[in-house]
Nanobody, 121 residues
Framework: QVQLVESGGGLVQPGGSLRLSCAASGIIFSIRAMAWYRQAPGKQRELVAIIFSGGSANYADTVKGRFTISRDNAKNTVYLQMNSLKFEDTAAYYC???????????????WGQGTQVTVSS
């Protein structure tokens, strides 16, 4: 079984910064893609950023230039550095990963439990 545990959420003023972390644990062979999604009240969950094992990354247009996704493959951890935060960034942020476990023939997709980010003055 694989678990994704997020940390780093909280309350921040507009223009401020936060850094989210998500650590994957379990019997992990490799992780292909790791991503951050977010879901605001009354809205659908949306992709914020995704990073692949080779380091390439893609971002939602709404966060380009403000957020940076990175990963430490040795630690099976993905980070999301969020700068210049706006009110509209308020949401629950979820970590997601495609994980190969030992003996599996295909990756399994896992979700973290979510961490709340609130941007408020």
């Amino acid at each position: 079984q694989v678990q994704l545990v997020e940390s780093g959420g909280g309350l921040v003023q507009p223009g401020g910064s936060l850094r989210l972390s998500c650590a994957a644990s379990g019997i992990i062979f490799s992780i292909r893609a790791m991503a951050w999604y977010r879901q605001a009240p009354g809205k659908q969950r949306e992709l914020v950023a995704i990073i692949f094992s080779g380091g390439s990354a893609n971002y939602a247009d709404t966060v380009k230039g403000r957020f940076t996704i990175s990963r430490d493959n040795a630690k099976n951890t993905v980070y999301l550095q969020m700068n210049s935060l706006k009110f509209e960034d308020t949401a629950a942020y979820y970590c997601n990963a495609d994980v190969w476990t030992y003996g599996s023939g295909s990756p399994t997709n896992y979700w973290g439990q979510g961490t709340q980010v609130t941007v408020s003055s």
